[in-house]
């Protein structure tokens, strides 16, 4: 069916996110809503490869495909009832399992169908031809990195591993990878990926960080903390890093690359030892 007249559409994309603490996720279908068409579809992808790559034993793919039929399931009983951008914005609110659907985002279009394949092309199945490098590191692998070149650098024994800080407003503390201190403030490092999230998203997660540390600061008081990053980014979404970057300056947190440790090893063998 074709539409000829230019007008607006509310899109979310659903992601697979087996841990919620980190937030990282792999995107695994789009829904679309266009209420001046009356049309309201999604797309979920049958390819579960990526996800599996990226989240291994988290990411069985029976229980991916199990997720995804609930899911339509439950959209095709209410999709009368979702036909109004607010209703959806309810849905999504309630809908809490392994399977997140971001918040409602606009666009322009003129044939439904052929926007919802290009979001799904765009967002959920790009194209293979990409550089291995920009298909991202997930949060683990970052972990790993940091950890390794921490070993290697001679840090590791000076470093705590797996801090955790009771939260205020959380039932679960906050966790951090690393954390040091001599003295002075309370180090906390966590090593965490970006590199998984399109521009919207990433600045999203970095907002959820913020919020921990604000929430850390505020209310403990002794000792007092600084915060250190290491993330990875995708190396085709500059923006999301430039973005991130200064979002953290401006809060007084460091950002490290895991290829370039070189400054923070120094840091910290000047400290500690």
Not at 59 to 81: I, N, P, V
Not at 123 to 129: A, F, K, N, T
Not at 176 to 201: E, K
Not at 202 to 210: E, F, K
Request: charged fraction near 25%.
């Amino acid at each position: 069916m074709r539409f000829d007249m230019e007008t607006r559409g509310h899109y979310s994309v659903v992601r697979f996110v087996p841990d919620a603490f980190r937030g990282e996720g792999v995107n695994l279908g789009v829904l679309l809503l266009c209420p001046d068409k009356q049309y309201f579809q999604w797309k979920l992808t049958s390819r579960h490869q990526r996800a599996g790559r990226f989240f291994q034993e988290d990411a069985d793919a029976a229980q991916l495909r199990a997720l995804g039929k609930g899911l339509a399931s439950r959209l095709g009983k209410e999709r009368r009832a979702l036909m109004h951008p607010d209703a959806l914005r309810d849905f999504i609110g309630r809908h809490q399992d392994m399977l997140q659907l971001t918040e409602l985002r606009t666009c322009a279009l003129t044939d439904p169908d052929v926007e919802l394949e290009r979001l799904f092309a765009r967002l959920v199945e790009p194209s293979e031809d990409k550089p291995q490098s920009t298909r991202g590191m997930q949060t683990s692998q970052v972990r790993a990195i940091a950890t390794k070149t921490f070993r290697e650098a001679g840090v590791i024994h000076s470093l705590e591993q797996d801090v955790e800080i009771a939260a205020s407003y959380h039932t679960s503390p906050y966790r951090f990878d690393f954390g040091y201190q001599n003295g002075g403030p309370f180090h906390l490092i966590r090593a965490t990926s970006f590199a998984l999230t399109d521009q919207d998203h990433g600045c999203d997660r970095a907002l959820l960080l913020l919020g921990e540390i604000y929430d850390i600061r505020q209310h403990h008081k002794t000792p007092q903390y600084e915060f250190d990053i290491i993330a990875a980014f995708d190396t085709q979404q500059p923006d999301v890093r430039d973005r991130v970057s200064a979002a953290f300056k401006d809060n007084g947190v460091g950002l490290w690359m895991p290829e370039q440790l070189e400054s923070l090893i120094s840091r910290i063998k000047s400290e500690v030892q």
